[in-house]
Protein backbone atom coordinates (compact mmCIF):
# COMPACT_ATOMS: atom_id res chain seq x y z
CA UNK A 1 0.00 0.00 0.00
CA UNK A 2 1.60 3.02 -1.23
CA UNK A 3 1.27 6.43 0.82
CA UNK A 4 -1.74 8.12 -0.97
CA UNK A 5 -3.86 4.55 -0.71
CA UNK A 6 -3.06 4.44 3.03
CA UNK A 7 -4.13 8.51 3.97
CA UNK A 8 -7.47 7.48 1.64
CA UNK A 9 -7.31 3.98 4.02
CA UNK A 10 -7.71 6.08 6.70
CA UNK A 11 -10.20 8.19 5.36
CA UNK A 12 -11.91 5.13 4.61
CA UNK A 13 -12.03 3.73 8.02
CA UNK A 14 -13.46 6.64 9.78
CA UNK A 15 -15.77 7.84 7.55
CA UNK A 16 -17.47 4.68 6.14
CA UNK A 17 -20.39 3.31 6.76
CA UNK A 18 -21.34 -0.15 8.48
CA UNK A 19 -23.89 -2.67 8.29
CA UNK A 20 -25.91 -0.24 6.48
CA UNK A 21 -26.44 2.07 9.05
CA UNK A 22 -28.05 5.43 8.49
CA UNK A 23 -28.70 5.57 4.91
CA UNK A 24 -31.52 6.60 3.53
CA UNK A 25 -31.69 5.70 0.23
CA UNK A 26 -34.29 2.46 0.04
CA UNK A 27 -31.80 1.38 -2.86
CA UNK A 28 -29.00 1.43 -1.36
CA UNK A 29 -30.23 0.06 2.25
CA UNK A 30 -31.67 -2.70 -0.14
CA UNK A 31 -28.29 -3.28 -1.31
CA UNK A 32 -26.73 -3.07 1.98
CA UNK A 33 -29.37 -6.39 2.90
CA UNK A 34 -28.82 -8.31 -0.28
CA UNK A 35 -25.50 -7.79 -1.12
CA UNK A 36 -22.73 -6.32 0.84
CA UNK A 37 -24.25 -7.87 3.98
CA UNK A 38 -25.69 -10.84 2.96
CA UNK A 39 -24.04 -13.70 4.21
CA UNK A 40 -26.06 -16.22 2.46
CA UNK A 41 -24.10 -18.74 1.46
CA UNK A 42 -24.66 -19.85 -2.19
CA UNK A 43 -23.95 -23.35 -4.21
CA UNK A 44 -21.17 -21.88 -6.72
CA UNK A 45 -19.25 -20.16 -4.03
CA UNK A 46 -17.80 -23.66 -2.99
CA UNK A 47 -16.92 -24.60 -6.21
CA UNK A 48 -15.01 -21.39 -6.95
CA UNK A 49 -13.12 -21.37 -3.76
CA UNK A 50 -11.51 -24.73 -5.13
CA UNK A 51 -10.60 -22.94 -8.70
CA UNK A 52 -9.15 -19.68 -6.26
CA UNK A 53 -7.34 -22.26 -4.36
CA UNK A 54 -5.86 -24.06 -7.65
CA UNK A 55 -4.41 -20.91 -9.11
CA UNK A 56 -2.58 -20.09 -5.41
CA UNK A 57 -0.82 -23.37 -6.10
CA UNK A 58 -0.13 -23.06 -9.87
CA UNK A 59 3.62 -22.50 -9.95
CA UNK A 60 3.46 -21.71 -14.06
CA UNK A 61 5.49 -18.93 -14.37
CA UNK A 62 3.72 -16.17 -17.44
CA UNK A 63 5.18 -13.49 -19.37
CA UNK A 64 2.68 -10.51 -19.29
CA UNK A 65 2.35 -7.83 -21.64
CA UNK A 66 1.35 -4.73 -19.38
CA UNK A 67 -0.38 -2.24 -21.93
CA UNK A 68 -1.99 -0.53 -18.73
CA UNK A 69 -0.32 1.69 -15.76
CA UNK A 70 1.75 -1.24 -14.89
CA UNK A 71 1.89 -3.50 -11.61
CA UNK A 72 2.73 -1.69 -8.21
CA UNK A 73 2.90 -5.45 -7.30
CA UNK A 74 5.80 -6.63 -9.70
CA UNK A 75 8.94 -5.63 -10.98
CA UNK A 76 8.95 -7.81 -13.73
CA UNK A 77 6.91 -9.59 -16.73
CA UNK A 78 8.02 -12.83 -15.50
CA UNK A 79 4.97 -13.93 -13.15
CA UNK A 80 3.85 -17.29 -11.79
CA UNK A 81 0.12 -17.87 -11.92
CA UNK A 82 0.52 -18.32 -7.73
CA UNK A 83 1.53 -14.94 -7.27
CA UNK A 84 -0.58 -13.42 -9.79
CA UNK A 85 -3.89 -15.01 -7.66
CA UNK A 86 -1.94 -13.98 -4.19
CA UNK A 87 -1.42 -10.73 -5.05
CA UNK A 88 -3.10 -9.07 -8.05
CA UNK A 89 -6.88 -10.32 -8.62
CA UNK A 90 -9.53 -9.69 -6.21
CA UNK A 91 -9.95 -11.73 -2.38
CA UNK A 92 -12.28 -14.02 -2.24
CA UNK A 93 -15.40 -11.48 -0.34
CA UNK A 94 -15.01 -9.04 -3.31
CA UNK A 95 -15.31 -11.45 -5.70
CA UNK A 96 -18.67 -13.12 -3.79
CA UNK A 97 -20.06 -9.63 -3.96
CA UNK A 98 -19.79 -9.49 -7.18
CA UNK A 99 -21.29 -12.10 -7.99
CA UNK A 100 -24.29 -10.94 -5.78
CA UNK A 101 -24.55 -8.20 -7.02
CA UNK A 102 -25.03 -9.48 -10.50
CA UNK A 103 -27.72 -11.93 -9.01
CA UNK A 104 -29.53 -9.28 -7.70
CA UNK A 105 -29.60 -7.67 -10.18
CA UNK A 106 -30.20 -10.33 -12.39
CA UNK A 107 -27.71 -8.91 -14.73
CA UNK A 108 -27.85 -10.71 -18.24
CA UNK A 109 -25.08 -8.53 -20.08
CA UNK A 110 -21.52 -8.14 -18.78
CA UNK A 111 -18.90 -6.15 -19.63
CA UNK A 112 -15.36 -7.02 -18.10
CA UNK A 113 -12.15 -4.68 -19.17
CA UNK A 114 -9.17 -6.47 -17.74
CA UNK A 115 -9.54 -10.32 -17.59
CA UNK A 116 -6.45 -11.60 -16.15
CA UNK A 117 -6.51 -15.05 -14.82
CA UNK A 118 -10.41 -15.16 -15.20
CA UNK A 119 -11.54 -15.47 -11.91
CA UNK A 120 -13.79 -13.00 -11.70
CA UNK A 121 -15.21 -13.66 -14.82
CA UNK A 122 -16.13 -16.95 -13.35
CA UNK A 123 -18.24 -15.71 -10.89
CA UNK A 124 -19.71 -13.21 -12.88
CA UNK A 125 -20.60 -15.83 -15.61
CA UNK A 126 -22.21 -18.29 -12.93
CA UNK A 127 -23.88 -15.10 -11.21
CA UNK A 128 -25.24 -14.77 -14.77
CA UNK A 129 -26.72 -18.30 -15.81
CA UNK A 130 -29.37 -17.19 -17.85
CA UNK A 131 -26.73 -14.26 -19.85
CA UNK A 132 -23.33 -13.73 -21.28
CA UNK A 133 -20.44 -12.07 -20.08
CA UNK A 134 -17.78 -10.49 -22.42
CA UNK A 135 -13.97 -10.29 -20.86
CA UNK A 136 -11.37 -8.14 -23.02
CA UNK A 137 -7.57 -8.97 -21.64
CA UNK A 138 -4.57 -7.63 -23.53
CA UNK A 139 -1.95 -10.05 -22.53
CA UNK A 140 -2.15 -13.00 -24.72
CA UNK A 141 -0.62 -15.11 -21.46
CA UNK A 142 -3.45 -14.21 -19.02
CA UNK A 143 -6.04 -14.73 -21.98
CA UNK A 144 -5.12 -18.40 -22.21
CA UNK A 145 -4.79 -19.17 -18.49
CA UNK A 146 -8.32 -17.83 -18.54
CA UNK A 147 -9.56 -19.62 -21.54
CA UNK A 148 -8.61 -23.31 -20.20
CA UNK A 149 -9.98 -22.42 -16.77
CA UNK A 150 -13.49 -21.69 -17.81
CA UNK A 151 -13.40 -25.18 -20.51
CA UNK A 152 -11.98 -26.65 -17.41
CA UNK A 153 -14.96 -25.18 -15.13
CA UNK A 154 -17.53 -25.45 -18.65
CA UNK A 155 -18.56 -21.95 -18.51
CA UNK A 156 -19.65 -21.61 -21.87
CA UNK A 157 -21.66 -18.02 -21.94
CA UNK A 158 -17.91 -16.45 -21.13
CA UNK A 159 -16.73 -14.23 -24.99
CA UNK A 160 -12.88 -13.77 -23.98
CA UNK A 161 -10.86 -11.18 -26.27
CA UNK A 162 -7.36 -11.07 -26.54
CA UNK A 163 -6.72 -7.40 -27.43
CA UNK A 164 -6.00 -3.74 -26.15
CA UNK A 165 -8.95 -2.19 -24.64
CA UNK A 166 -8.85 1.22 -26.92
CA UNK A 167 -8.82 -1.18 -30.02
CA UNK A 168 -11.54 -3.55 -29.16
CA UNK A 169 -13.78 -1.40 -26.70
CA UNK A 170 -15.61 0.69 -29.62
CA UNK A 171 -16.66 -2.74 -31.71
CA UNK A 172 -18.28 -5.03 -28.56
CA UNK A 173 -20.25 -1.78 -27.09
CA UNK A 174 -21.84 -1.34 -30.97
CA UNK A 175 -22.49 -4.83 -31.14
CA UNK A 176 -23.87 -5.73 -27.28
CA UNK A 177 -27.55 -5.09 -26.68
CA UNK A 178 -27.11 -2.83 -23.51
CA UNK A 179 -24.37 -2.75 -20.11
CA UNK A 180 -26.00 -4.34 -17.37
CA UNK A 181 -22.62 -4.23 -15.50
CA UNK A 182 -19.48 -2.81 -16.37
CA UNK A 183 -16.35 -4.06 -14.31
CA UNK A 184 -12.86 -1.83 -15.26
CA UNK A 185 -10.06 -3.58 -13.99
CA UNK A 186 -7.11 -2.41 -15.92
CA UNK A 187 -5.10 0.62 -17.56
CA UNK A 188 -5.91 1.96 -13.85
CA UNK A 189 -4.97 5.78 -15.46
CA UNK A 190 -6.51 9.06 -15.63
CA UNK A 191 -7.37 9.59 -19.10
CA UNK A 192 -8.21 5.85 -19.69
CA UNK A 193 -10.21 5.22 -17.28
CA UNK A 194 -12.20 8.56 -17.81
CA UNK A 195 -12.35 7.34 -21.55
CA UNK A 196 -13.64 4.10 -21.23
CA UNK A 197 -16.58 5.62 -19.16
CA UNK A 198 -17.54 8.38 -21.52
CA UNK A 199 -17.39 5.30 -24.42
CA UNK A 200 -19.50 3.01 -22.20
CA UNK A 201 -22.38 5.43 -21.22
CA UNK A 202 -23.53 4.89 -24.83
CA UNK A 203 -25.22 1.38 -23.56
CA UNK A 204 -26.00 2.11 -20.38
CA UNK A 205 -29.76 2.20 -18.71
CA UNK A 206 -31.90 2.54 -15.54
CA UNK A 207 -30.52 -0.56 -13.91
CA UNK A 208 -27.10 -0.58 -14.97
CA UNK A 209 -23.70 -0.59 -12.48
CA UNK A 210 -20.11 0.16 -13.50
CA UNK A 211 -17.51 -1.07 -11.37
CA UNK A 212 -14.62 0.56 -11.26
CA UNK A 213 -11.64 -1.60 -9.24
CA UNK A 214 -8.64 -0.13 -7.60
CA UNK A 215 -9.95 3.67 -7.00
CA UNK A 216 -7.17 4.69 -4.65
CA UNK A 217 -4.38 2.91 -6.89
CA UNK A 218 -2.67 6.71 -7.18
CA UNK A 219 -3.84 9.88 -7.04
CA UNK A 220 -4.83 9.96 -10.57
CA UNK A 221 -7.03 7.06 -10.60
CA UNK A 222 -8.95 8.86 -7.62
CA UNK A 223 -9.12 12.00 -9.32
CA UNK A 224 -11.01 9.78 -12.21
CA UNK A 225 -12.96 8.23 -9.47
CA UNK A 226 -14.24 12.00 -8.27
CA UNK A 227 -14.71 12.73 -12.04
CA UNK A 228 -17.04 9.69 -12.69
CA UNK A 229 -19.09 9.64 -9.62
CA UNK A 230 -19.89 13.58 -10.33
CA UNK A 231 -21.24 13.16 -13.56
CA UNK A 232 -24.07 14.44 -14.28
CA UNK A 233 -26.01 11.24 -15.27
CA UNK A 234 -24.61 9.10 -12.11
CA UNK A 235 -27.37 9.20 -9.21
CA UNK A 236 -25.88 7.01 -6.36
CA UNK A 237 -22.13 6.03 -6.29
CA UNK A 238 -20.58 4.01 -3.64
CA UNK A 239 -17.25 3.90 -2.40
CA UNK A 240 -15.87 0.10 -1.04
CA UNK A 241 -12.17 1.70 -0.95
CA UNK A 242 -10.93 -1.38 -3.12
CA UNK A 243 -13.46 -0.86 -5.79
CA UNK A 244 -16.44 1.90 -6.55
CA UNK A 245 -19.55 1.60 -7.86
CA UNK A 246 -21.70 3.96 -9.42
CA UNK A 247 -25.81 3.74 -10.96
CA UNK A 248 -28.34 5.50 -12.84
CA UNK A 249 -31.02 5.00 -11.39
CA UNK A 250 -33.97 7.61 -11.82
CA UNK A 251 -35.74 6.48 -8.90
CA UNK A 252 -32.75 8.24 -6.78
CA UNK A 253 -33.97 11.56 -6.70
CA UNK A 254 -31.15 12.84 -4.60
CA UNK A 255 -27.91 12.37 -6.24
CA UNK A 256 -25.66 9.95 -3.16
CA UNK A 257 -22.44 9.40 -2.91
CA UNK A 258 -21.89 6.61 -0.24
CA UNK A 259 -19.05 4.82 1.60
CA UNK A 260 -19.21 1.32 3.20
CA UNK A 261 -17.00 -0.79 5.11
CA UNK A 262 -16.75 -4.12 4.44
Known sequence: M??????????????????????????????????????????????????????????????????????????????????IAAKAISTQKQSEIFYKLINFLKAKHCLELGTSLGLNTLYFAKAAKHGSVTSIEGSKSLFDVANALAKKQKAENINFICGKFDEVLPKILNEIPALDVLYIDGNHAYEATLNYFKMALQKKHNNSVFIFDDIYWSAGMTKAWEEIKHHASVTLSIDMFYFGLIFFREEVKEKRHLKFWV
Do not use: M, W
Open 2 to 83: NIHQAKQFIKHFFSAKRKGHGVHSPFAYQLCEEVFYNENAFYDFETLSFVREDLLNDKTVLRIEDFGAGSKAFKSNQRKVKD
